[in-house]
Nanobody
Framework: VQLQASGGGLVQPGGSLRLSCAVSGVNLDYYTIGWFRQAPGKEREGLACISRGSTRRFYAGSVRDRFTIGRDTAKSTVYLQMNRLKPEDTAVYYC????????????????????WGQGTLVTVSS
């Protein structure tokens, strides 16, 4: 599985960005995709996850009402729509894949994801 994240950039507080994760080498329908981020000096955290077949979505509490994860199987791409961005959302954002179905208690565990993209930087600043 190969993943490539893109769409990062500089945005003002309150603005929006849509990140893309292009997945190649596999049928996206059979994979769970997660979005993570790592801010300077902080540990990487899970933000959102969409299960195989898009039957379930999970979100971290800090982004639940602002971020939306979705997938376009025809384009083999998973998106993260980010609205009402805050300076504390500044981080490098990563997408990752796993070939198992996520559950509520463990969807954000990094060790469960076996393939990672290279990351895209999001900076929220005026």
């Amino acid at each position: 599985v190969q993943l490539q994240a893109s769409g990062g950039g500089l945005v003002q507080p309150g603005g929006s960005l849509r990140l893309s994760c292009a997945v190649s080498g596999v049928n996206l329908d059979y994979y769970t995709i997660g979005w993570f981020r790592q801010a300077p000096g902080k540990e990487r955290e899970g933000l959102a996850c969409i299960s195989r077949g898009s039957t379930r979505r999970f979100y971290a509490g800090s982004v639940r009402d602002r971020f939306t994860i979705g997938r376009d199987t025809a384009k083999s791409t998973v998106y993260l729509q980010m609205n009402r961005l805050k300076p504390e959302d500044t981080a490098v954002y990563y997408c990752a894949a796993r070939n198992t179905s996520p559950i509520t208690s463990t969807w954000a565990l990094e060790d469960d994801y076996h393939s990672w993209g290279q990351g895209t930087l999001v900076t929220v600043s005026s």
